[in-house]
């Protein structure tokens, strides 16, 4: 759920040989998100279900075999990774029919899934448009928000609130708030009718996500590992941002443009691997956990390069293509042994590429593209860093106006079906291995 109010206001100096208007505002912004899980236990051979030992966990022994029959795999699936020909595929009717013997479930409000968060923005900010009418143009502005941040989760370690099925779980409250102060400034000089020179600088914020600040938390009784859940105490990512550009126009829709840019990264958000102590179910007097956890993970740098090009062919049809090298590093002193002493920083790929043909006119428009990232390091699995590997995607998108007033519309994404892999250490070996398929829309536009 989302409540936002905001007020704007403006002053234009039509007189001024550089100053050509103040601005000024304010924002508030209320945010909740809250997710409310129901869990589902089936009773074991006739044990009360409030027994430990076998009710609440609803554990039985079934043959695999009664419940799994083989398949064979879809044509090409796993060639990356030498995985046999044949898997499981669980054969529902049976599962059903076996657990109806057991005396059938229970549905309860399931706490580890289970956690809500709040947060209000308060923001207030001022900008000042610079220029004259020949050669160069720009702004100066400052931006100052509060954020205040309520969680709510679920703990085993805490007094009980609840008790049902799943155990016993206590609320854990946490709020917080805090102050950020962004300056910015952008510059753009006229150095010919055909080239524009950009110059940007600016401080940025981005809050942790709501998962993030307080997530679900699930732990595995018998490797005593899991994930711990969200973290309230997470500052947000805050950086320095420093840009210089050249674009050309060279003809009528036609640029090309380089760029380098530079960030200071203050602080960022990462996993690590921690030892926690809960009570379970199967663990009543507590036991330490080994837990993945999101943590602030210090400073580091980013420094890159783009390049972009946009070009016309002729007859509706042209292409735009972009290409970024991006070289994330952390500081020395944030290396850590959890992360196997890396520098590399979570999410970000050194080369991303993307390459668009498009065909337009009055009546039809179409898009082709194909976008690429090389690998990156997607966070901690199992206390050791993982990594999603490179990834190509095709897209489409067809828009046909039949009239006036009516418009068809066709967007298709992964056309090729190309699959995510993870793996960790060794490339050859797969910690995951994600087929998401295609995804098509239709749709009608109509305008009056």
């Known amino acids: 759920m989302e409540f936002y109010t905001q007020l704007d206001l403006e002053q234009t100096f039509e007189d001024s040989s550089w100053l050509r208007a103040l601005k000024a505002g304010a924002r508030y912004t209320h945010h909740t998100r809250a997710v409310n899980s129901t869990g589902v236990i089936w009773a074991g051979n006739e044990t009360p279900l409030a027994d430990p030992q076998h009710g609440a966990s609803g554990t039985d022994q079934i043959g695999l075999f009664d419940v799994y029959d083989g398949q064979t795999t879809p044509p090409g699936f796993g060639r990356r990774i030498g995985v046999a020909g044949r898997y499981s595929l669980a054969n529902r009717a049976k599962i059903d029919a076996i657990l109806q013997t057991r005396g059938g479930s229970t549905e309860a409000f399931y706490p580890p899934s289970s956690f809500s968060v709040t947060e209000d923005d308060t923001a207030f900010y001022a900008m000042a448009k610079l220029g004259n009418d020949r050669n160069w143009r720009g702004n100066i502005g400052l931006r100052t928000i509060r954020t205040d941040i309520d969680t709510l989760q679920y703990s085993p370690n805490v007094p009980p609130t609840i008790r049902n099925a799943f155990g016993d779980f206590g609320e854990v409250r946490a709020g917080r708030g805090y102050w950020d102060v962004l300056p910015s400034a952008n510059l753009t000089y006229n150095a010919t009718d055909t080239l524009l020179l950009r110059a940007a600088a600016a401080k940025v914020m981005s809050r942790p996500g709501y998962a993030q600040l307080a997530g679900a938390f699930d732990l595995d009784d018998l490797s005593l590992s899991g994930s711990a859940g969200g973290n309230p105490d997470l500052d947000p990512f805050r950086a320095w941002q420093f840009n210089l550009a050249a674009e050309y126009y060279y003809g009528p829709q036609a640029l090309f443009s380089i760029g380098v840019f530079g960030l200071a990264i203050q602080n960022y958000i990462t996993t690590t691997t921690t030892t926690r102590f809960y009570r379970t179910v199967l663990h009543p007097k507590g036991a ?120 068809l519309s066709v967007d298709a994404q992964n056309i090729t079906n190309a699959k995510l892999y993870y793996f960790v250490g060794d490339p050859a070996v797969p910690r995951a291995y994600y087929d998401n398929g295609r995804t098509v829309y239709a749709g009608i536009r109509l305008t009056f």
Do not use: C
Request: aromatic share 14%; hydrophobic share 35%; charged share 20%.
């Open 288 to 407: 330490n956990f080994l837990v993945e956890a999101p943590v602030n993970g210090g400073g580091g740098t980013n420094t890159g390069v783009e390049v972009n090009w946009q070009q016309p062919v002729g007859w509706g049809f042209g292409f735009i293509a972009n290409y970024t090298y991006s070289d994330a590093k952390k500081n020395r002193d944030a290396v850590t042994a959890a992360d196997n002493f890396s520098r590399e920083i979570d999410g970000n790929s050194k080369h991303t590429w993307n390459l668009t043909g498009y065909f337009e006119n009055r009546l039809l428009s179409a898009r082709l593209a194909y976008s690429y990232r090389s690998k990156f390091r997607s966070g901690i699995d199992r206390a050791t860093p993982m990594w999603q590997d490179d990834f190509g995607q095709l897209d489409g998108s067809l828009l046909v106006h039949v009239t006036k007033s009516l418009a």
